[in-house]
């Protein structure tokens, strides 16, 4: 039982690339999130889901688009990176209705830096 | 939406004293008020939570307590050792609605030898 795996854990990218940051979990989570954490200003959340085929916005949503297919897996795409982008992302994902305590449970985050 | 605000941003005790950091939420409809420690470099970690049913929970040196009334709820620390330093995060989150749980801003807490 792995929890929560992002990938990668560290990328360099210049302004206006694009990338996919990956974050699979094995627990069989219904809910599922993307937070961005920049100094001083906590955990913003960027998209959230609570299925597959359901997306939603967070506070942050701009730059960021995310898609839900199956239940493990929600992938962050950044489709022309900018420098404010540059951050730690963590995803998070927790089970819904019966059986959850509340508990968001983390990855170990992906420290991203664009040039 | 929600909205999370968070005092102190940061907050330094001498080791053995108590420390207090409170938070209060906007959305009526919040019921679950977790808190989390975060080490330098780590993911953040739960270290105690509330449901908006209970007024107080408390676990060893860790207490929280819940204001419905006046949407504040505050981390109680006492005895407080080297290890408590880091930084730490209230949130607010809606089970059994949107699911969506909104951080605020953090507390570096720093304990003084």
């Known amino acids: 039982n792995a929890g929560v795996t992002q990938t990668p854990k560290f990328q360099v990218l210049k302004t206006g690339q694009s990338m996919t940051l990956q974050c699979a979990q094995d627990?069989?989570?219904?809910?599922m999130s993307w937070y961005r954490q920049d100094p001083g200003m906590g955990l913003r959340l960027i998209h959230y889901?609570?299925?597959?085929?359901?997306?939603d916005q967070g506070e942050v949503p701009n730059g960021y688009n995310v898609s839900r297919s199956t239940t493990e897996d929600f992938p962050l795409r950044l489709l022309s990176a900018a420098p404010s982008q540059t951050s730690v992302y963590f995803c998070?994902?927790?089970?819904?209705?019966?059986?959850?305590?509340?508990?968001?449970?983390f990855g170990e985050g992906s420290r991203l830096t664009v040039l | 939406g929600e909205n999370v605000e968070q005092h102190p941003s940061t907050l330094s005790v001498q080791e053995g004293d108590s420390a207090v950091i409170k938070c209060t939420y906007s959305?009526?409809?919040?019921?679950?008020f977790p808190w989390y420690k975060q080490e330098l470099g780590k993911r953040p970690q739960l270290i105690i939570d509330?449901?908006?049913?209970?007024g107080e929970k408390k676990d060893q040196r860790i207490a929280v307590t819940l204001n419905k009334t006046a949407k504040h709820f505050s981390l109680h620390i006492t005895e407080t050792q080297p290890e408590d330093s880091a930084v730490y995060f209230c949130?607010?989150?809606?089970?059994?609605?949107?699911?969506?749980?909104?951080f605020g801003t953090g507390t570096r807490l720093t304990i003084i030898p």
């Open positions: 949130a607010a989150r809606i089970l059994f609605g949107n699911e969506k749980l909104t």
């Open positions: 627990m069989n989570h219904e809910y």
């Open positions: 509330i449901r908006s049913n209970v």
């Open positions: 889901s609570v299925g597959a085929g359901i997306t």
């Open positions: 998070a994902s927790s089970p819904i209705g019966q059986g959850n305590t509340g508990e968001l449970f």
């Open positions: 959305d009526s409809a919040s019921n679950y």
